[in-house]
């Protein structure tokens, strides 16, 4: 299960949070870290965050990052941030804001991961140093997927934006479930032995004092579910190329968190700042079929009683489009 949050609200700084639960782990992501967008998030939550995802380092992207670094500075296992080239000089910067008179009593360790289109380059950084020295931490190619973990799994997607952005897709694996409706047609009650099926057990299982052989019940009740998927692109130049270049990335995606910056009238105004507007998000979300497009990110040039109509706009393309909930609200 991916489950999500947006963070900040319309015309504010925004960011999305994700907790990728298998059951059996977690994965914590954010996306981005403008200004304030933790205020929400319960600070054990925050110190808990495995990966920091950066789209980019503009300040309304990164603006929050202080309020970040003070709850996973020192945690126990070590943080992770990704993002463009040039990552890990400006965290490094970030770093050093700070008077680190306690270093060498403190344990954290923080990996800066620089995306490439076709490498990752990767930098270790010690509390105990006070977080000084960039050790070069070994370069890696990639095909796309940045980041496997056991609950989720990270494609970064090259985006313009006067210079590298960064989209990413987060997806699931596919997982192996029990089909409830065979389990009640066989008339077998939930128990013990599921989890000996799932856990690949042969031969004979006992289920409710009656012996069965356990291939049979496997290809009777278990099935494979596709796993859960999001997307996240925000700042990039959205004109017809890009959206052939992205549509065919996207497919198979379940949710798209896109910026929504420009009204359609400001669409010259969009393209000049490489940014999108709410129809050309909609358009690419039509294009790539995924089922449901929210919008954020959106320009404090508009008034609050214009959010309605732009988002009619863009339903009139893709209509299983949304603001994130409490937007519109009043």
Known sequence: MLRTRVLGGPAEDNALWVVADSGQGQTRLLLDCGARVLDTLPFAEVQATDHLLLSHLHMDHVGGFDDFFRATFDRAAPTHAWGPPGTARILGHRFQGFWWNHAPELRGQWFVHDVHDAHVHSFRFEAQEAFAVAHDAGTRPHDGTILTTPEVHVQAVPLEHHGRSLGFILREESRERVNTAALAGLGLRPGPWLAALKGGATGDIDVNDQVHPADTLRAAL?????????????????????????????????????????????????????????????????????????????????????????????????????????????
């Not at 052939?244 to 379940?254: E, F, M």
Request: no cysteine; proline share 5%; glycine share 4%.
């Open 222 to 330: 278990m099935e494979r579910a596709t796993g859960e998927s999001l997307a996240y692109l925000t700042d990039f130049l959205l004109d017809g190329e890009q959206q052939a270049r992205l549509a065919p990335l996207l497919r198979g995606v379940q949710t798209l968190y896109a910026e929504a910056q420009y009204a359609p009238e400001d669409h010259a105004l969009a393209a000049r700042h490489e940014h999108t507007t709410v129809t050309q998000v909609a358009a690419l979300a039509h294009a790539a079929d995924v089922p449901a497009l929210t919008l954020l990110h959106l320009s404090r040039r508009y008034r609050a009683e214009q959010w309605a109509e732009m988002l009619q706009a863009a339903k009139a393309i893709h209509p299983h489009t949304r603001f994130p909930d409490g937007w519109l609200a009043g």
